[in-house]
C-alpha cells in the first residue's frame, strides 16, 4: 500500500515515468473495484473531471469546488484517478520520447480495464462496467489519435462485451425487478455506447471477426520494429532521474524533467496549458514553470505566448471566487500585463486578438512566415486587463478598510491605472474600437468620483511612462476636460451600456465639482430615469449614487429646495446603505436571501474608498428638509392640511422626538437636527444655528466653511419666516425694522422676504410704507367657510383625479383646461405632450423641483435622447 | 454696454443677407467703432453678388486705394449669370403665368407637374431653374424678385429639401423687404413645416447616424427660427403677442433653453411690452406670460442673464424694488440700442413702471408718492401724474385713495369673500366634467381598437 500512497502523492505533479505507471496499472485492480462500487457516482463525476481537457475558466471553478468537496475522496482513489489523468498527458506529451512505453503502457492499460470489465460483469455491476467501458473507450481513441491501429484487444473486448451484454439484456427482461435502477440505466447507457462504437469500427470489427489471427499478426507487425526502442528510454530516463545535465532542470517531485531551452518553449507550454484547469494541478509549480520559460524565451512571439499562459495562469491561481488574489501575485501578474503590452505595442507585427485562424501552437512564428506579415495570436488583453481591474476591486471588498493594508493596497491603484492607460495607448495604436471603448470605461471609472489631486496623482504616473494614450492630463488643464473628453470618445462608441455609465460618470463629476445646473441638465436631457429600471445592477448602482451626489452638489450650492427634492427619493425608500451598494441589505419583513443572493449582494459592494458618506448624506437631506418643512409646518393653520408633507422621513423623525419626553443633549447628528428644528420652530434661530452648526460631520463636505454660512444664513430666513406664520395671528402690526433686528437680517432682504410672502399669497397682510410696518389682515374663518373651501379643494383634486385616469386611458392628451391650442396638435405633438407628461409625472414623484424641467428637455435634444434610450433597450 | 449687445451671438445664427441690417444699426448706435463695424459689412457683402455695394464699402473703408481687380471680374461674372439664369427660369415663368395655367393648377403638386408636362413641355429641371434664379437674384440683392420666384418654385417643387430652402429664402427675402404681413405667413407655413419635418424621419433605425440626426437638425433649424421670427414679430403690429405664443409653446421654449438663452431677452421685453393688450381672448399662455418667464429666467439665470431679465427676477422673484429699478435703468439703454427693441424704448418703459407700481400697490397699503416716483425713475410731479393716471385707468380705483396732505396713497383691499373664493376656485368644475363626459362618450363611439393602438405607440 505504500506504493499506493506514494503515488496519490505524486499526483500531485504533471509528470510520471512509466515504468511506475506500469507497476500501477497492475496493482490498480484492488482499489478500483472497491471505489467504483463504493461511490459509483462520484467517481465517474470524478473522472470525466479529471479528465477534460478543457481550459476555460467557468468549468475549472467547478472542478475546483468538486475538489474542495471530494477532498476525503481522494486518497481512496487517488491511483485510479492519476491514472486517467497521467495517461491523458502522457499521450500527448513528447510524442517521440516516450513514444515505445506508452504504448506498452496502453496496451496494459486496456487490458486492465477489460479485466476490470470482466470482473464487473461477474458480480453484473453495470455501474462500474459503464465507466470502465468509457475509459476503454477512451484509450482507444487516444490510441487513434497517435496513428496506432486498433488493438486487437479492443475489439475482442467489444465483441464479448456486445455478447454479454445481449445476454443481459435478455436476462434482464426476465427479471427485471431484480436490477436496481442505477443498474439498470448504466445497462442501457452501456448498450447505447457499445453500438455507437461499434458502428465506428465496423471495418476493423469485421476484418477481426473474419479472422482474429490475422489481425492480431498485423497490429504486431506495426509493432515490432520499434520494440527495441523502450528499454533505452527507460534508462535515459533514468539517467535523467539520477544525475542532472546542465541542459535539464528537474521539476516537480515526479522526477519529470522539463527542458527549458527556446527550442522546446512551445512544447513545455502546450504541457502546461493542458494541465492548466485540471484537478490536482499545482498551480505554483505551473507559475513558476511559465515563468522560467519567460526567462529564455527569446522571441517576441515566444515572449507573447509565455505571457498569455502566465497571467492567465495566474489569474488561475485561487480561483475560488470569494476570495482574493494575494496582492504579490496581483502585482506579478501587473508587472506581465504591462511587459505584454509593451511588447505587443513595440513590435507591430505581432497582434493579440480574440478570434484568429487556428494555428500550429507548436511552431515558432514571426512576421515572415505569415501571409499578410502580422502574426495573430490567440489571447485578449482586455480580459487581462478587465480580470486585473476586477481582482483589485475584489480585494479592496475583502481588506478591512481600517487597517493600514488597505491603505497600501490603495497605492497599487497607481499601477493598475497606468496600466489600463497602456493598454487604452495599445488599443489606439491597433484602432480596436470595442475593447478600446471598455479600457477607456475602466479609466474612467477609475477616475471620476476622486478629488483632483488624486487624478492628478493618477495621470502624473501615466505622462511618466513610455505608453501614453492620446488624451492625458496636462499640468495646467482641468480634470473635468479630461472626463470630458473620456466621456465624450464613449458617447461615440456605438455601445449603449457604456454609453449609459459615461453618462452617469460624467455627471457625477459634474455634481461632484459643484456644477449642479450642468450637471441637473445632463441628467434630465439624458432620460436615464425612464430607462434604468431595465439597467443591470451595477449600472442602477452607479445612477443611485450620480442622484446622491448631484444632491450633494445641490446642498453645497444652498439650493436647498432641489437638494431635498432630489435626495428624497432615496431615503424615502430607506435603505440608503444598499442602494449605493454600500452595505448589505437588513433582512426586514421575513425575506429571507438565499446564500447566492447574499454572495452576489457582496460582490456588488463598492470599496470603501468610494463610498459616499451616508452619514454626511443624511445630515444634508435631514437639513434641507428642515429648512423647508418647518416653515411649511408653521403655515399649516387647521388640522387637516397637516397631512401635505414634504418629506416624511423627517415628519416622522420630528413626531418621534416630539414624543420624547426627556431631551438629553444632543448627541448624534439626528439629535442635533432635530432639536434645531425645535428651536427653528419656536423662532430661536441662533440655536438653531449653532446645533447645526456643531454637527461633526460637516468637517468632512468640501468648502464646510462656505456650506455651514450658507446654512446659517438659510436658517435666518427660514427662520424668520416660521416666526411670521406662527406669530401672524397675535399681531396687528409688526415693525420691519423689529424683525430685521431680531433675525440679524437687513432690513432690504426683510422688505423682499416678505413682500415675497405677500405676493404668493402665503401670509395676509400689505406693507405700510410710512410707518414701516408689516399690517396684518387676518381673516378668522369660521367653521362652515372652513369646510366649504376643504370641500372645493376636495372636489378639485377629485376632478383632477379622474382628468388624470381618463387621459391615462386614453393614452392621447387632449387635455381641456390649460392647452387650448393643444387640440390641433398633429400626432407628434401628442406624443410629445405625452412624454412630457410622462416626465411630470416621475418628475411630481421626485419632488416638483424637476418636474417642469424634465418636460422641457422631452423635446429638442431631448428627443433624441429618448431615441437612443429606447434604443438601449 | 457693449457687453449686453447681443448682435454677435444672434449673426451666427442669421442668414448673410439678414445681418446688413443688424450692422447698420450697429453702425448708427456707436456702440462700436465705426471702422470696425464698416470692415465687417465689407467683410459681409465681399462674399455675396452685391458687387457695387462692396465696392462702396471698400471705397469708404479705404478710400485711398485702388478698388480690387477682382470685383469687376465678380461683377462680368455675375451678370453673365444672371442672364443666363434668367433665360433658363424665363420659359418656366411664361408658361405659368399663362391664366389658363394657373387656373389648371390644382393642391396636388405631382398632378401639376404631370399637367406642365404634358402640355407644356415643362420638366422639373426647368422648375428647378426657377429656384437657382431665385437664389441668385436673393443673391444681389434683389429680394422682392427672388421671392416671386421662389414663391413659383415652392409651389410647384416636390423636392422636400429645395422647398424648404426655398421656404426660408422667401421668408429672408420677406423680410428684408419689410413685407411683414407676408412675413408672418411665411414664418407660419416655415413652422409648420419643421414641426411636420421630424417625425418622417426614421427615429430608431440606424442608431449610429449622429451626423444627420433629425432631432438634432430640428432644434438647428428651430433655433434658426426663432432668430428670424425676431425680425418678424418686433415689426409686425401684432407680433408681440404672437412672439409669446410662439415662443412660449413648450417646443420653442425649449429650444430656447437648451439652444439660444439669449432669446429669453427677447422675451422678457415682449412679456412687457404685451401687458396691456393682454386681455381679451388670448390664450393662458399669453395672459400668464410673466409668471411663466420669470419661472424661466430663474432657471436659467446660471446661463444667461441682462438687465432686461434681471429686471423681472428683482421685481417677481427678489422683490426687490431697488435693485428692479437699478436694472430697469440699465435695461432701458439695452432696449434703446437693441436692433430689434429700439423701436419700443417708451413703451417698454412705460409698460415695465406699471409693473412695479402694480406690484407695489399689491404688497404695501400705504405708499409715499415720492418714493414710488423714485422707484418708478420718475420726478416727483411726474411720478403723481402717473399715479394719479394709473389710478383711473385701472380698476384699482376703488380701492386706492391719494391723501395729498401727507403725500401718500391708501390701498384699502378688502380681503376676497370666503364664499369668492369657493365660488372662484370651482368656477371650471362644471365644464371640466363635461368635457370629461364628452371625451368618455366620443371614444365610446370610436371604434374599440383607438385606445389600443394609442397605447402601441
Known amino acids: ?873 | 454696454m457693449a457687453e449686453y449687445d447681443l448682435t454677435k451671438t444672434i449673426i451666427p445664427h442669421c442668414d448673410r443677407h439678414l445681418v446688413f441690417p443688424l450692422l447698420a444699426h450697429l453702425a448708427e448706435s456707436e456702440l462700436f467703432p465705426v471702422e470696425q463695424v464698416q470692415a465687417a459689412q465689407y467683410e459681409l457683402a465681399k462674399e455675396t453678388n452685391m458687387v457695387d455695394y462692396a465696392v462702396s464699402l471698400f471705397e469708404q473703408l479705404h478710400p485711398d486705394e485702388e478698388v480690387p481687380p477682382e470685383f469687376a471680374a465678380k461683377r462680368e461674372n455675375a451678370v453673365s449669370t444672371n442672364e443666363r439664369l434668367q433665360q433658363e427660369a424665363q420659359a418656366v415663368l411664361d408658361v405659368i403665368e399663362k391664366p389658363e395655367v394657373a387656373q389648371a393648377l390644382r393642391q396636388d403638386k405631382n398632378q401639376n407637374l404631370q399637367f406642365l408636362k404634358d402640355h407644356y413641355n415643362v420638366t422639373l429641371d426647368q422648375i428647378t431653374a426657377l429656384y437657382n434664379f431665385g437664389k441668385f437674384q436673393y443673391s444681389y440683392g434683389n429680394y422682392s424678385g427672388a421671392a416671386d420666384y421662389l414663391y413659383h418654385f415652392r409651389v410647384l417643387s416636390t423636392d422636400p429639401d429645395l422647398t424648404i430652402s426655398a421656404h426660408w429664402g422667401k421668408l429672408a427675402c420677406d423680410i428684408l423687404t419689410g413685407k411683414w404681413d407676408v412675413a408672418l405667413e411665411e414664418l407660419n407655413s416655415l413652422r409648420e413645416a419643421i414641426d411636420a419635418r421630424a417625425p418622417s424621419m426614421p427615429q430608431f433605425g440606424a442608431a449610429s447616424s449622429s451626423t444627420a440626426d433629425p432631432a438634432l437638425a430640428q432644434l438647428h433649424s428651430r433655433t434658426w427660427l426663432l432668430h428670424w421670427s425676431l425680425f418678424v414679430y418686433f415689426n409686425h403690429p401684432q407680433g408681440r403677442t404672437l412672439l409669446l405664443e410662439t415662443f412660449l409653446s413648450p417646443t420653442y421654449l425649449n429650444t430656447i433653453q437648451t439652444s439660444s438663452p439669449w432669446i429669453l431677452r427677447y422675451l422678457a421685453a415682449a412679456a412687457v411690452l404685451s401687458r396691456k393688450s393682454a386681455s381679451g381672448a388670448l390664450s393662458s399662455r399669453v395672459r400668464h406670460s410673466i409668471r411663466e418667464i420669470v419661472k424661466v429666467i430663474q432657471m436659467e439665470e446660471y446661463q444667461y442673464q441682462d438687465p432686461v431679465t434681471q429686471f423681472l427676477k428683482e421685481l417677481y422673484v427678489e422683490f426687490d424694488f431697488e435693485a428692479a429699478q437699478k436694472e430697469l435703468g440699465k435695461a432701458e439703454t439695452i432696449v434703446a440700442n437693441d436692433f430689434f427693441l429700439g423701436e419700443f424704448r417708451e413703451e417698454f418703459m412705460d409698460n415695465a413702471r406699471y409693473l412695479i407700481s402694480e406690484a407695489y400697490c399689491r404688497i404695501h397699503q400705504r405708499i409715499d408718492i415720492a418714493d414710488l416716483s423714485e422707484r418708478l425713475n420718475l420726478s416727483r410731479d411726474e411720478g403723481e401724474k402717473w399715479i394719479v393716471n394709473l389710478i383711473r385707468e385701472t380698476r384699482m380705483g376703488a380701492d386706492a385713495k391719494i391723501d395729498l396732505e401727507k403725500n401718500v396713497i391708501e390701498i384699502h383691499r378688502p380681503p376676497l369673500p370666503i364664499y369668492q373664493t369657493v365660488i372662484e376656485k370651482t368656477r371650471g368644475l362644471a365644464f371640466r366634467t363635461q368635457a370629461l363626459g364628452a371625451a368618455m362618450s366620443r371614444t365610446q363611439g370610436a371604434p374599440e381598437a383607438a385606445p389600443a393602438v394609442v397605447e402601441a405607440q
Open chain 1, 1 to 873: 500500500m505504500s506504493r499506493f500512497f506514494r503515488a496519490a502523492g505524486d499526483s500531485d505533479s504533471d509528470s510520471s515515468s512509466s515504468e511506475e505507471e506500469e507497476l500501477m496499472s497492475s496493482d490498480d485492480e484492488g482499489p478500483k473495484q472497491a471505489a467504483p462500487a463504493a461511490k459509483p457516482v462520484m467517481s465517474r463525476f470524478l473522472k470525466s473531471g479529471g479528465d477534460s481537457d478543457s481550459s476555460d475558466e467557468s468549468s475549472d471553478d467547478e472542478e475546483e469546488m468538486s475538489d474542495d468537496d471530494e477532498q476525503e475522496a481522494k486518497p481512496k482513489q487517488g491511483g485510479r484517478f492519476l491514472h486517467g489523468a497521467s495517461s491523458g498527458e502522457e499521450s500527448d506529451e513528447d510524442v517521440k520520447r516516450v513514444v515505445k512505453s506508452a504504448k506498452d503502457k496502453r496496451l496494459d492499460d486496456m487490458e486492465a480495464t477489460g479485466k476490470a470489465m470482466d470482473n464487473a460483469l461477474k458480480i453484473n455491476d453495470w455501474v462500474a462496467i459503464s465507466t470502465e467501458f468509457d475509459k476503454l473507450v477512451r484509450m482507444a481513441q487516444r490510441q487513434q489519435n497517435v496513428a496506432e491501429p486498433v488493438p486487437p484487444f479492443y475489439l475482442r473486448t467489444l465483441i464479448d462485451l456486445e455478447k454479454s451484454l445481449n445476454a443481459a439484456v435478455a436476462k434482464d427482461k426476465e427479471s427485471k425487478k431484480k436490477m436496481n435502477a442505477s443498474n439498470a440505466r448504466a445497462l442501457t447507457a452501456v448498450k447505447q455506447k457499445v453500438k455507437k462504437v461499434a458502428k465506428e469500427f465496423e471495418s476493423e470489427l469485421k476484418r477481426y471477426q473474419e479472422d482474429p489471427e490475422a489481425f492480431e499478426r498485423d497490429f504486431q507487425a506495426t509493432f515490432v520494429p520499434e520494440v527495441a526502442a523502450p528499454a533505452k528510454t527507460k534508462k535515459a530516463k533514468k539517467g535523467d532521474e539520477d544525475e542532472e545535465d546542465e541542459d535539464f532542470t528537474t521539476v516537480g517531485k515526479g522526477g519529470k524533467a522539463i527542458q527549458f531551452t527556446p527550442e522546446s518553449i512551445f512544447k513545455n507550454l502546450q504541457v502546461v496549458q493542458e494541465a492548466r484547469g485540471k484537478k490536482n494541478t499545482d498551480r505554483a509549480e505551473q507559475i513558476r514553470i511559465l515563468e522560467k520559460l519567460l526567462e529564455v524565451a527569446v522571441t517576441p512571439y515566444q515572449k507573447i505566448r509565455v505571457l498569455l499562459a502566465l497571467i492567465a495562469s495566474r489569474f488561475d491561481y485561487n480561483s475560488s471566487v470569494a476570495t482574493h488574489m494575494p496582492p504579490e501575485l496581483w502585482l506579478s501578474a501587473q508587472k506581465e500585463v504591462d511587459q505584454l503590452i509593451a511588447i505587443v505595442a513595440e513590435e507591430p507585427a505581432y497582434s493579440i486578438q480574440e478570434i484568429t485562424e487556428d494555428y500550429d501552437e507548436l511552431v515558432e512564428r514571426s512576421p515572415e512566415t505569415e501571409k499578410d506579415g502580422i502574426v495573430r495570436i490567440r489571447g485578449s488583453v482586455i480580459s487581462f486587463v478587465d480580470r486585473l481591474d476586477d481582482e483589485f476591486t475584489k480585494s479592496l471588498q475583502n481588506i478591512d478598510p481600517h487597517g493600514t493594508e488597505y491603505v497600501d493596497r490603495l497605492k497599487d491603484e497607481k499601477v493598475l491605472y497606468s496600466t489600463i492607460c497602456r493598454a487604452q495607448a495599445l488599443y489606439e495604436k491597433n484602432k480596436q474600437e470595442e475593447p478600446l471603448g471598455r479600457v477607456v470605461m475602466r479609466r474612467l471609472e477609475h477616475i471620476y468620483s476622486k478629488p483632483d489631486p488624486v487624478v492628478v496623482a493618477l495621470e502624473a504616473t501615466v505622462a511618466s511612462g513610455d505608453l501614453k494614450p492620446s488624451v492625458i492630463l496636462s499640468s495646467d488643464d482641468q480634470t473635468s476636460s479630461l472626463i470630458h473628453s473620456l466621456c465624450v470618445h464613449l458617447y461615440k462608441s456605438g455601445n449603449s451600456l457604456l454609453r449609459t455609465r459615461a453618462m452617469l460618470c460624467h455627471i457625477y463629476h459634474y455634481a461632484l465639482h459643484n456644477d449642479f445646473h450642468t450637471a441637473r441638465d445632463m441628467l434630465l436631457m439624458s432620460h436615464l430615469q425612464e430607462s434604468i429600471h431595465n439597467a443591470d445592477v451595477a449600472t442602477q448602482i452607479l445612477y443611485n449614487r450620480t442622484v446622491v451626489q448631484l444632491g450633494l452638489s445641490a446642498f453645497r450650492c444652498g439650493l436647498i429646495k432641489e437638494a431635498q427634492a432630489t435626495l428624497q427619493d432615496i431615503f424615502a425608500t430607506q435603505r440608503v446603505k444598499e442602494l449605493l451598494a454600500q452595505g448589505v441589505h437588513q433582512q426586514r419583513y421575513n425575506q429571507v436571501l438565499s446564500p447566492e443572493q447574499e454572495k452576489a449582494e457582496r460582490q456588488r459592494q463598492l470599496p470603501f474608498h468610494m463610498h459616499i458618506n451616508t452619514e454626511l448624506l443624511e445630515a444634508a437631506f435631514l437639513v434641507s428638509s428642515m429648512l423647508v418643512e418647518i416653515p411649511l409646518l408653521a403655515s399649516i393653520d387647521s388640522e387637516d392640511q397637516k397631512r401635505k408633507v414634504i418629506s416624511k422621513p423627517f415628519r416622522r423623525l420630528l413626531d418621534f422626538a416630539d414624543r420624547q419626553v426627556f431631551t438629553g443633549p444632543p448627541e448624534s447628528t439626528r439629535d442635533h437636527i432635530m432639536q434645531a428644528s425645535k428651536a427653528l420652530q419656536n423662532g430661536e434661530w441662533e440655536k438653531c444655528r449653532d446645533l447645526i452648526q456643531s454637527i461633526k460631520i460637516w468637517s468632512l463636505m468640501p468648502e464646510c466653511a462656505a456650506v455651514k454660512e450658507m446654512l446659517a444664513k438659510r436658517i435666518q430666513e427660514e427662520g424668520l419666516r416660521t416666526y411670521l406664520f406662527t406669530y401672524a395671528p397675535h399681531y396687528r402690526t409688526l415693525s420691519l425694522s423689529l424683525l430685521a433686528k431680531t433675525f440679524s437680517i437687513s432690513l432690504r432682504s426683510v422688505t423682499s422676504l416678505v413682500s415675497k410672502m405677500i405676493w404668493t399669497e402665503e401670509l395676509a397682510a400689505a406693507l405700510d410704507q410710512s410707518a414701516g410696518v408689516v399690517v396684518f389682515n387676518r381673516v378668522e374663518l369660521t367653521r362652515t367657510q372652513q369646510l366649504a373651501q376643504t370641500l372645493a379643494d376636495k372636489v378639485n383634486a377629485m376632478v383632477e383625479q379622474s382628468e388624470k385616469s381618463l387621459d391615462q386611458r386614453l393614452g392621447v392628451s387632449n387635455t381641456w383646461n390649460d392647452r387650448p391650442d393643444g387640440g390641433k396638435g398633429d400626432k407628434r405633438g401628442e406624443q410629445t405632450q405625452e412624454r412630457n407628461r410622462r416626465g411630470d409625472r416621475r418628475g411630481g414623484a421626485r419632488g416638483g423641483a424637476r418636474g417642469g424641467r424634465g418636460a422641457r428637455f422631452a423635446q429638442g435634444l431631448g428627443s433624441q435622447m429618448a431615441g437612443n434610450t429606447q434604443r438601449n433597450r
